[in-house]
């Protein structure tokens, strides 16, 4: 599940702020549930949505913690959530004005028209998938995460350096592996797997120590396909351009510019850093590893 890397988009969130600025209230919102006005050409009643007036969201069936919870995408719990109805409250729609659909990953990425305008589901933005679809800018950096089982000698571990003797794995072609041999850089050779349920088959069977995925696998394998799963800990970013996950929408949608804007209008504001310390920081037991 872990993807390759994603764009840079700086001097878009430095356009988006300037824009957004100029129609928010005066009053700041509180970060995370922002209701600023869009600007004038990415106003409800002008965007082109799949049902005019209201902004359709499309998400998997089901979805996890903490993106999510309970599998209800419209509840507003859980990161993602949060996320899409602050981006909806960026474009001036309200919470009843959101309809949310449930579309399939693979589908959501796949080429040909889309039943949603946007979809939220931990899509890291890569070239390959940039091909069939559009991407907004990312609202999330990815962070890729060691994990274990119960009784392994890493299950205690508090950084690097007690990583420094362990044996590691991870799929192949992944960042997960580049973060093993250019963070880690574990005394022994990281081992290759062709995906992950590979790697976690080895990781049961005591083949490796540990594994590192990508933070959302960690989260789903050590809650449900692990027997004692245990996230030692986050790792700090490779070098390079970090991974990041962006909103899905269709192929040159008309909207993919207005939903970007949003986007790094909330991580101007500080609203996208509340709703990751309010959702992700510490959850589960995923602390840093220095």
Same mark, same amino acid.
């Given at each position: 599940?872990?993807?390759?890397? !994603? ?14 600025? #100029? ?6 919102? +509180?970060?995370? %549930?922002? +209701? ?15 049902? #005019?007036? @209201? ?13 999510? $919870?309970? =599998? ?13 109805? $602050? ?16 579309? +399939?990953?693979?589908?959501? &990425?796949?080429?040909? $028209? ?24 990312? *609202? *999330? ?8 089982? @119960?009784?392994?000698?890493? %299950? /205690? ?9 362990? @044996?590691?794995? %991870? ?5 997960? *592996? !580049? ?16 995906? =992950? ?7 049961? =069977? /005591? ?12 989260? *789903?394998?050590?809650? $449900? ?5 245990? &996230?030692? /800990? ?32 909330? !991580? ?21 590893? /220095?």
């Amino acid at each position: 599940m872990s993807s390759p890397l !994603r764009s840079t988009v700086a001097g878009a969130a430095t356009l988006a702020v300037l824009v957004l600025a #100029a129609c928010a209230p005066q009053d700041e919102p +509180t970060p995370g %549930a922002s +209701t600023s006005a869009a600007p004038a050409a990415c106003a409800p009643g002008t965007l082109k949505t799949v049902t #005019a007036g @209201k902004l359709t969201v499309a998400t998997d069936d089901p979805v996890y913690p903490p993106w999510f $919870a309970d =599998n209800k995408p419209d509840s507003g719990q859980g990161f993602e959530s949060a996320v899409a109805y $602050a981006v909806a409250a960026k474009l001036g729609y309200a919470k009843d004005q959101v309809v949310w659909v449930r579309v +399939t990953f693979n589908a959501a &990425i796949a080429p040909g $028209a889309k039943t949603f305008d946007f979809d939220i589901n931990e899509f890291s933005i890569t070239p390959e998938r940039r091909q069939a679809v559009d991407f907004s800018a990312p *609202y *999330y950096d990815v962070t890729q995460t060691v994990i274990t089982v @119960k009784g392994s000698k890493i %299950a /205690g571990a508090k950084s690097l350096a007690d990583l420094k003797h362990a @044996k590691l794995g %991870a799929q192949v072609g992944t960042t997960s *592996y !580049r973060a093993i041999t250019e963070i880690v850089k574990p005394d022994a050779a990281p081992a290759v797997f062709n995906n =992950n349920d590979d790697a976690k088959k080895q990781l049961q =069977n /005591g083949t490796v120590d540990g594994i590192v995925v990508d933070l959302p696998t960690a989260f *789903y394998m050590t809650g $449900a396909e692990l027997d004692g799963g245990v &996230i030692v /800990g986050q790792l700090p970013q490779p070098s390079g351009t970090p991974e990041q996950f962006g909103l899905v929408l269709d192929k040159g949608s008309a909207l993919t510019s207005c939903v970007s804007q949003a986007v790094d209008a909330l !991580r101007a504001d500080g609203s996208l850093d509340a709703l990751t310390k309010q959702w992700l920081a510490g959850v589960a037991g995923a602390p840093t590893l /220095g």
